[in-house]
């Protein structure tokens, strides 16, 4: 899967939340997975200057940690699976794996419980993260959890001012750097801005990274056709201009060159009254589309693709399981580039035939391919194939990246519906052994094809295709009928063949 700046945008996302004061921490609420974590009396969640605390101890023995306290040197020790943390009461740094790493927030001990900044505990403990400042909630997810929880969700509203159509940058008026919100009385504590971390469009999907939850207004325009995302009480974050072009004047254009129904998407501070960052995607026709603000850090704007779709139904008159096999990109979707410039779609698609040739040996399963050629496929049509079908599962084939920096290897294998999990455990069990490569867990992401099938669906990452290790060995004829060979034989052990 193309991943322009997708899971480098996921670690940026991660940054500071609205809060509350210290003195109106009291009622406030931290949910992980979905559950509520119950926090020590006179020692909750809270805002000290400026930035959000949790109490460190209920969060890492929610998670498996184990946390540790030395009164003498006032230390926090936590620790899990070889990773050992450090945290000194009053300093602004803390060690993990005897590497030094910059505090946003000293740590502090309240009530015997030691509180320390959230978006630590997002960096260092690998958590999705955000905090509503309305319902005074923390919320964190863990990588392998499905749940979505409460964070706010995203929506359309009407548009609230008209921006110039002529221009080739949005409109920006003087930045206001003073906005606040939900103050609370008594200690008025300054609300920080949410950061925008970083944009990338692909897979018809506008992706934004935000540092907290968020309310988006995004509405449709015409003349030109144009989509606009509002985001409030927002500003450019610091690592934004690590992936994104931003001039002295806070305007921006990302070109667009596989999805021929968008020119480009320009970006800018739109208005100070609240400081409002605005995207806007300019269509070279109408199109719909929908939103997915889950509270994980990422507002997605996925358009409704206005090709035609195949809707070719193939019988299956003997209750064999039918098996829904999709090659990832296609055409002038290539996907992501390998780190010598291969092609994504030129992986999958050899993948894919391979585990075609095999399943037309097996004589208990009907299966189809949603591509066998290099044609473009949208996303929709891949999910109609299976649905028209009734599938009994549907699996497709990509390969991770990821801008320079991390660069990590692996396999991963993604679902989005609950229903999905036994397979993606499955699948995923047989694609580590088959890649030798690192497991990378089963994790949920609410991606289109695993989303909108009604059956049970999976999105296997094979491996990082910018790690040159990796690529080296997922580009070879050996590898390629090793995965496909895993693939088979994860669908026979699902379907109990």
């Avoid at 809060?19 to 009622?27: D, H, I, Y």
């Avoid at 009530?111 to 959230?118: G, I, S």
């Avoid at 509503?132 to 959890?145: G, I, M, Q, T, V």
């Avoid at 968020?214 to 015409?222: D, G, L, Q, R, T």
């Amino acid at each position: 899967m193309k991943k322009f700046g997708f899971f480098l945008i996921a670690l940026l996302c991660l940054l500071t939340f609205p809060g509350l004061s210290k003195a109106a921490s009291a009622g406030t609420h931290i949910f992980l997975d979905g559950n509520e974590l119950e926090q020590p009396k006179g020692a909750q969640a809270g805002l000290v200057k400026g930035n959000v605390m949790v109490p460190i101890r209920i969060v890492g023995e929610g998670l498996g940690y184990q946390v540790g306290w030395d009164k003498k040197t006032s230390t926090v020790t936590i620790s899990q699976d070889g990773t050992i943390i450090h945290l000194v009461l009053g300093k602004y740094s803390a060690t993990v794996n005897d590497n030094k790493v910059k505090l946003n927030g000293a740590p502090l001990q309240q009530a015997d419980t030691t509180l320390v900044p959230l978006r630590f505990v997002g960096e260092q403990m690998g958590l999705q993260v955000s905090w509503d400042n309305e319902s005074k909630s923390a919320y964190l997810y863990s990588p392998n959890h499905g749940s979505s929880g409460k964070a706010v969700p995203g929506g359309s509203s009407k548009p609230p001012v008209t921006e110039s159509q002529n221009s080739g940058t949005v409109p920006e008026p003087e930045q206001d750097n003073t906005y606040q919100t939900n103050v609370p009385s008594g200690d008025a504590a300054k609300v920080d801005k949410v950061m925008i971390n970083g944009v990338s469009f692909s897979e018809n999907r506008l992706m934004v990274a935000v540092s907290g939850a968020v309310k988006p207004n995004v509405f449709k325009m015409s003349g030109p056709e144009r989509i606009v995302v509002d985001i409030p009480n927002a500003d450019f974050g610091e690592h934004f201009t690590d992936t994104s072009a931003l001039d002295a004047t806070k305007n921006g254009q990302l070109p667009v060159t596989e999805y021929p129904d968008v020119s480009q998407i320009r970006y800018s501070l739109f208005s100070t009254s609240p400081s409002t960052v605005r995207f806007v995607i300019d269509l070279t026709q109408s199109s719909q589309f929908t939103v997915t603000n889950a509270g994980d850090g990422l507002v997605i704007v996925e358009l409704t693709d206005n090709s035609s779709s195949p809707g070719t139904v193939i019988p299956n008159t003997d209750g064999k399981p039918t098996v829904v096999i999709d090659a990832g990109h296609g055409g002038s979707q290539p996907g992501t580039l390998s780190a010598t410039k291969k092609q994504e779609k030129d992986f999958t698609l050899a993948v894919a035939l391979k585990v075609e040739k095999l399943l037309a040996q097996q004589n208990d399963i009907h299966y189809i391919m949603t591509r066998t050629t290099d044609v473009k496929m949208s996303l929709e049509d891949r999910v109609k194939v299976a649905n028209d079908n009734n599938a009994t599962l549907f699996v497709s084939i990509h390969g991770n990246s990821i801008n320079p920096g991390s660069n990590p290897s692996g396999s991963e294998t993604y679902y989005t519906r609950e229903a999905s999990i036994p397979l993606a455990k499955v699948m995923h069990k047989h694609l580590v052994e088959a890649t030798g490569f690192a497991d990378r867990k089963v994790r949920y992401s609410s991606l289109h094809v695993t989303r909108e099938t009604t059956m049970p669906a999976v999105l296997l990452e094979v491996g990082y295709l910018s790690n040159s290790n990796d690529e080296a060995a997922m580009y070879t004829e050996d590898f390629q009928q090793r995965v496909a060979e895993g693939i088979v034989a994860g669908i026979r052990e699902y379907l109990g063949l």
